[in-house]
């Protein structure tokens, strides 16, 4: 005798896989396939900084330590407000895991909602880079270069929060290579912003931070409706909608089908019903005549003929009652 089937997962898992006797377990190799894209990401974001570092450094030393002044600031605010677009991948994970696919979906929006609700307050600390830098008492020149940064960079806090929540949705569901693609287009799309912005352009500091910003941008146009299935959404729902029809119409076969049956079979019975009514109209009608010539004999009395007549008049009766019904079953056929 074959052994079953192991079970099938209805939501299955990027790291899970099921043995021959259908238990659980650890994909290490789809663990090293989901981790390998994870760390390519790291190490791609500390080159987008590093690549900044390297553009500014051609403006000045002045220019790099206003940037080295403002970093850190700017770190604590992005992540000050971007924990709502970080608690995506939470969010996310647990509810693909868990096969709730809408949840997760929902959870990205949230974030995205989230990082819109985060506008105000960066526009605010943009507004604010020069109240905000004075009680570091840098020099002028230096100070001068970092508010240039500081107001461009945080306005575009709310893209870096949006490029959380959406990198951790796909980071969420397993899909780590995406966010990796998106990564490496955004590291070139930086450099060459960097480069156009901030010397083709003159922009200088301010290039470097509206780079950045234009390069999550982008990254949001990337992943934002990224893969065959989202594309490919209306085919999809178009075959759901065909596979619907094909059930509907097969459903109203089937019953048609049953109706026609049912109404022929019962038209068959109805025959038979009769032809007994008939068999037994015969029966009581030579009874009733038996009945009549006995009594012209007079072998039996009056009142013993009633009987007879009764008998053949409930007789005649049922006959005409299946009459009428085996018309009515034929109608319903027809009608069927």
């Not at 951790?168 to 990564?183: D, K």
């Not at 234009?214 to 729902?237: D, P, W």
């Not at 109805?270 to 005549?289: H, I, M, P």
């Amino acid at each position: 005798m074959d052994a079953p089937a192991p079970p099938t997962l209805r939501f299955p898992l990027p790291a899970l896989r099921l043995d021959a006797r259908g238990r659980r377990r650890v994909d290490y190799r789809a663990i090293a396939a989901l981790a390998a894209p994870l760390f390519a990401n790291a190490s791609l974001q500390a080159v987008l900084s590093l690549t900044d570092t390297w553009f500014i450094g051609r403006l000045s030393t002045d220019a790099v330590a206003a940037m080295g002044a403002t970093y850190f600031l700017v770190f604590v605010a992005i992540l000050l407000f971007g924990g709502v677009g970080m608690a995506v991948q939470t969010l996310a994970a647990q509810a693909y895991g868990g096969g709730r696919r809408v949840r997760g979906a929902q959870a990205v929006w949230s974030g995205l909602w989230a990082s819109a609700a985060t506008v105000p307050p960066f526009v605010a600390l943009a507004l604010g880079g020069g109240a905000i830098l004075a009680p570091f008492a840098l020099l002028p020149a230096i100070e001068a270069l970092a508010v240039e940064y500081w107001f461009p960079r945080l306005l575009g806090g709310p893209a870096s929060v949006a490029m959380w929540a959406l990198s951790g949705f796909f980071n969420g569901i397993g899909r780590t290579r995406v966010t990796l693609l998106a990564m490496i287009v955004v590291a070139l799309v930086n450099a060459a912003a960097n480069e156009v912005l901030m010397f083709r352009l003159g922009l200088g500091m301010a290039g470097s931070a509206w780079a950045t910003t234009l390069s999550l941008s982008v990254q949001h146009n990337l992943l934002q409706g990224f893969g065959r299935a989202v594309n490919a959404r209306t085919i999809t729902v178009s075959r759901i909608n065909l596979r619907t029809s094909d059930e509907q119409f097969r459903n109203q076969v089937i019953a048609t089908v049953d109706a026609v049956l049912n109404a022929y079979y019962s038209l068959l019975a109805s025959g038979e019903e009769v032809k007994a009514r008939r068999s037994a109209l015969e029966t009581a009608e030579r009874f009733l005549k038996e009945s009549r010539r006995r009594y012209e004999l007079g072998a039996l009395a009056g009142v013993d003929v009633l009987p007879a007549e009764s008998q053949e008049a409930a007789a005649r009766r049922a006959r005409v009652a299946a009459d009428v019904a085996l018309a009515e079953r034929f109608l319903t056929l027809l009608r069927a």
